[in-house]
């Protein structure tokens, strides 16, 4: 699993060998005991989560926006 980056306790990984046929471009998120998977393009949206409320999947959707540059290049 490697991580692409982490920012204020949060760590943004992806798994290498994820799917078949591969899912479009995602990145996991973990924190505690959270955890929850965006689906990156076009938009960022959250596909799944677990242990995040509302405002802390705003806040990592946000950060994920930010990010999803790097994040298509990992």
């Given amino acids: 699993m490697p991580t692409v980056f982490r920012y204020d306790g949060f760590r943004f990984f992806f798994y290498s060998n994820e799917g078949d046929p591969r899912e479009p471009v ?12 965006f689906w990156i393009g076009p938009n960022v ?17 946000a950060i994920v926006a930010f990010h999803s540059q790097e994040i298509e290049k990992a």
């Fill in 26 to 37: 995602h990145v996991h998120v973990s924190k505690g005991d959270g955890e929850a998977k």
């Fill in 45 to 61: 949206s959250v596909a799944r989560s677990a242990g995040f409320d509302a405002r802390t999947l705003r806040r990592i959707a």
